[in-house]
């Protein structure tokens, strides 16, 4: 298993936490509701237990299917091969959804349910409409009121959902490699693992503008939230350590992740972007020269 450090909750420290046996770290960018497209690329990816599943956010919203988006990946932590491997991180759109279904009100600052409204969100409130999930999943510690309740109960959602959504977290930090969502605020005056929600799932110019080698912490950076809208593909900043998985499933189809090998590189062993599409049934891999 990864043994974290979480510090506070919603967010995870790995320091020499990764077991010996693990030979790959694999983070995905952003799905949104390419419930096949997910199961295209994992495929693909020809996942094992050897390997450790970072989740970028931004699960939900703009595509076909994101319910069963949610309860793949809920399944998929519960798997007794995976459970253990699996890290989830919070995009805006996950967000949003918690501050329409209110939850976890006291610990969050949030926007309001007016802000998923714009964003997607009626798409997928006629998804869950359409389907009969009733995931038998609910944490044993659950945050879930009963005014919470009536609100999944009124849109069809599972409560494990809702549970889900709640043990998102907001990065993930590696020795070789900072994972969150949106990346962080880079020039705010405080540190880069002490920061608020929205500036690790909606920051944007903040963080893409800015050098965060010089300013903030000297690692790779592994973000989605922004898409590469000239050519619909992951990228790869040297200089600067950043890597953008967001490559507009919703729109393009293609689904991108990164493939970080533990130990020694060499051949067949290079860290590496790769993308599928599965309209096309196609896959790709780009390397950093």
């Given at each position: 298993?990864?043994n974290?450090?979480?510090?506070?909750?919603d967010r995870i420290?790995?320091?020499?936490?990764?077991?010996?046996?693990?030979k790959?770290?694999?983070?995905?960018?952003?799905?949104?509701?390419?419930?096949?497209s997910?199961?295209?690329?994992l495929?693909?990816?020809?996942i094992?237990?050897?390997?450790?599943?970072i989740f970028l956010?931004d699960?939900i919203?703009?595509g076909?299917?994101?319910?069963m988006?949610?309860?793949?990946?809920?399944?998929?932590?519960?798997?007794r091969?995976?459970?253990?491997l699996?890290?989830f991180?919070r995009g805006?759109?996950?967000?949003?959804f918690?501050d329409?279904?209110k939850?976890?009100?006291e610990?969050?600052?949030?926007?309001?349910s007016?802000?998923w409204?714009?964003?997607?969100?009626?798409?997928?409130?006629?998804?869950?409409?359409?389907?009969?999930?009733?995931?038998?999943?609910?944490?044993?510690?659950?945050r879930i009121?009963?005014?919470n309740?009536?609100?999944?109960?009124n849109?069809?959602?599972?409560?494990s959902?809702?549970?889900?959504l709640l043990?998102?977290?907001l990065?993930a930090?590696f020795?070789?490699?900072?994972?969150s969502h949106?990346?962080?605020?880079?020039?705010?005056?405080i540190?880069?693992?002490?920061?608020?929600e929205?500036?690790?799932?909606?920051?944007?110019?903040?963080?893409l503008?800015?050098?965060?080698?010089?300013?903030k912490?000297?690692?790779?950076v592994?973000?989605g939230?922004?898409?590469?809208?000239?050519?619909y593909?992951?990228?790869?900043?040297v200089?600067?350590?950043?890597i953008n998985l967001d490559?507009?499933?919703?729109?393009?189809?293609?689904?991108s992740?990164?493939i970080?090998?533990?130990?020694?590189q060499?051949?067949?062993r290079?860290d590496?972007l790769?993308?599928t599409?599965?309209k096309?049934?196609?896959?790709?891999?780009?390397?950093?020269?």
């Amino acid at each position: 298993m990864i043994n974290q450090v979480k510090i506070p909750v919603d967010r995870i420290i790995c320091t020499d936490c990764v077991r010996d046996n693990i030979k790959r770290i694999i983070s995905v960018g952003d799905i949104h509701g390419c419930f096949d497209s997910l199961l295209f690329h994992l495929n693909e990816l020809k996942i094992t237990e050897n390997d450790i599943l970072i989740f970028l956010g931004d699960y939900i919203d703009r595509g076909p299917n994101s319910p069963m988006v949610i309860e793949f990946l809920i399944n998929l932590q519960k798997d007794r091969v995976f459970k253990d491997l699996t890290l989830f991180l919070r995009g805006n759109h996950e967000a949003m959804f918690m501050d329409f279904l209110k939850l976890d009100e006291e610990n969050r600052l949030h926007s309001g349910s007016s802000a998923w409204l714009n964003n997607g969100a009626e798409k997928t409130l006629q998804q869950y409409r359409k389907v009969n999930l009733k995931s038998d999943y609910i944490s044993s510690d659950s945050r879930i009121s009963d005014e919470n309740k009536l609100t999944l109960d009124n849109f069809n959602i599972p409560q494990s959902h809702a549970e889900f959504l709640l043990q998102t977290l907001l990065y993930a930090d590696f020795e070789h490699a900072f994972y969150s969502h949106a990346g962080f605020d880079v020039p705010a005056p405080i540190n880069y693992l002490s920061q608020m929600e929205d500036q690790y799932v909606w920051t944007r110019s903040r963080f893409l503008e800015y050098n965060h080698i010089q300013t903030k912490v000297n690692k790779l950076v592994i973000h989605g939230h922004t898409i590469n809208l000239k050519t619909y593909l992951p990228s790869w900043d040297v200089k600067e350590r950043k890597i953008n998985l967001d490559s507009g499933c919703f729109i393009s189809g293609n689904l991108s992740s990164h493939i970080h090998y533990v130990g020694l590189q060499g051949p067949g062993r290079r860290d590496h972007l790769f993308i599928t599409n599965h309209k096309e049934q196609t896959t790709g891999a780009m390397y950093c020269e």
